[in-house]
């Protein structure tokens, strides 16, 4: 270490070689207090030196418990915290084992635990959750320099990737027969995300204090995006569903709660007592895809933009909602009319000279048909 003062600004400054790096800085008046900044300097570069070796050997568990530490640092919201500690818990650490350490999991080990997920009985999409959480946790333990390389970069998620898939939908007679299938605050539940439109987690977090009858609507404070914290006005189905509700209510703060006003986490069997009674396989998130894509059906005198049916359901990106916009199936039945219309239904290389004399141009009607008459929804598939 080295103080010097500087001739051009008549500055003290220091000069220190740490671990072959060059270290320099002016700006003190005196050279007791360059002194000093030297010293504190060079004590914080031996704790983070310290701290880095003591990190090298860091087992799973401390590991996971700083990375726990960290997310809640930066402010992820309470579901997820209690999603990571979750995976973490059940599934991360028994595999790897507590006492393992960080740097000595490899990519092998990461295989191994993949191939362990795929034979039990659960979808890929769970297996891609754990193992999504599992490389935050390296990356992070990258960043902090615990370890070196994240091993999960040499690792394959090919064969967990989650098969994109068309839904069949649901016809507004199913979801009438799915509902009557409930009774008391289950059919109450059922009505309340078929008309916000909620996710599960966001309908569970509903409050009383959310609910405003004056200005006929309900705050709803999704964590899931920016956008999911909205403000949603009330159709008259869920006005009586809130007035049905309050036979419930009591001084628990939630909507849907437990006997001890704790909030409720998981509404499961509701939605097993459906399958069992009818036949009819649907979950909290098929009623928010219901949701969705009826509003974007929208009536003969209203038809929302895109933008409104993204602000309705908390999106933040527009291609996330246009998913629920291409299942409409009576308005793509009705686009691709048009080649029949200009082209005639005959086989061969043309149409006859008298189909194009009638239909001279394409007629490209974006309100549903001629006239603008509503879609007979008997015959519309209501999907994701």
Known sequence: MQ??????????????????KRLRQSGWNTKDEAQKAAEDLQGKLRREASM???????ACVDAVNG????????????NRLRGLYS??????LPFFTAEKRLKDITHN?????????????????????????????????????????????????????????IKNGFTPEEIKRAEAALDKEDILFFRFLLFTG??????????????????REIIIRGTKTEGSLRRLDMCDGLYMTLK?????????PYIFHHRNGERILRRDKMFKRIKIKTGIKITAKDLRDVFATTIAMGSENNRPD??????????????????????????????VSVLDAIYGTESGTGAKNKDLEKHPSPRYDYGGGAGNRTPDTTDMSLML
């Open 198 to 215: 909620e996710r599960l987690t966001e309908a569970l977090s509903s409050k009383w204090s959310d609910v405003n009858y004056e200005n």
């Open 52 to 58: 880095a070796v003591s990190g090298s050997n860091m």
């Open 87 to 92: 995976n973490f818990h059940s599934f991360v």
């Open 3 to 20: 103080i010097r003062k500087r001739k051009d600004t008549g500055k003290w400054g220091y000069q220190i070689c740490f671990h072959g």
């Open 67 to 78: 990375f726990l530490a960290y997310s809640a640092r930066i402010g992820k919201s309470e």
């Open 306 to 335: 895109v933008q409104t049916v993204s602000d309705l359901l908390g999106h933040t990106n527009l291609v996330t909602t246009k998913k629920y916009l291409y299942s409409l199936k009576e308005k793509r039945r009705k686009a």
């Open 109 to 165: 080990d990461i295989e191994s635990f993949i191939d362990g997920q795929c034979k039990r009985d659960i979808s890929k999409n769970t297996i891609t959750h754990y193992v999504t959480d599992l490389n935050a946790l390296l990356n992070w333990a990258v960043k902090e320099e615990i370890i070196d390389i994240n091993p999960m970069r040499k690792v394959s998620r090919k064969r967990i990737r989650p098969e994109k898939i």
């Open 244 to 252: 049905g509700l309050e036979a419930y209510k009591t001084e628990s």
